[in-house]
Nanobody, 117 residues
Framework: QVQLAESGGGLVQPGGSLTLSCTIS????????MGWYRQAPRNERELVAT???????NYADAVKGRFTISRDGGMNTVYLRMNSLKPEDTAVYYC???????????WGQGPQVTVSS
């Protein structure tokens, strides 16, 4: 069973940048994906970005051109570089690991990202 450990949240001014990281512990096999979701107060959890083990990425329209998802060479850590942050980016950001062998999901605890002046 895998576990996720996240870091990098915090308070940033509008227009600023933050990088979130998520490290997976445990064995990783086969086709999988790591990504980030976020949930703002009174909103449902939504996809931010996903990176598949085969290479493709997927971004929410709201973050395209501002956020970049990447994964280290060992495939154990995923990063979310967030530029040009806006107040509406304020949310709890959850790291996700999906194993496509059984469509199972593992979630991190979720660092808070607050964009405010």
């Amino acid at each position: 069973q895998v576990q996720l450990a996240e870091s990098g949240g915090g308070l940033v001014q509008p227009g600023g940048s933050l990088t979130l990281s998520c490290t997976i512990s445990g064995s990783i096999f086969g086709y999988n994906a790591m990504g980030w979701y976020r949930q703002a107060p009174r909103n449902e959890r939504e996809l931010v970005a996903t990176l598949f083990s085969t290479g493709p990425t997927n971004y929410a329209d709201a973050v395209k051109g501002r956020f970049t998802i990447s994964r280290d060479g060992g495939m154990n850590t995923v990063y979310l570089r967030m530029n040009s942050l806006k107040p509406e980016d304020t949310a709890v950001y959850y790291c996700n690991y999906r194993d496509f062998r059984d469509d199972s999901d593992c979630w991190g605890q979720g660092p808070q990202v607050t964009v405010s002046s």
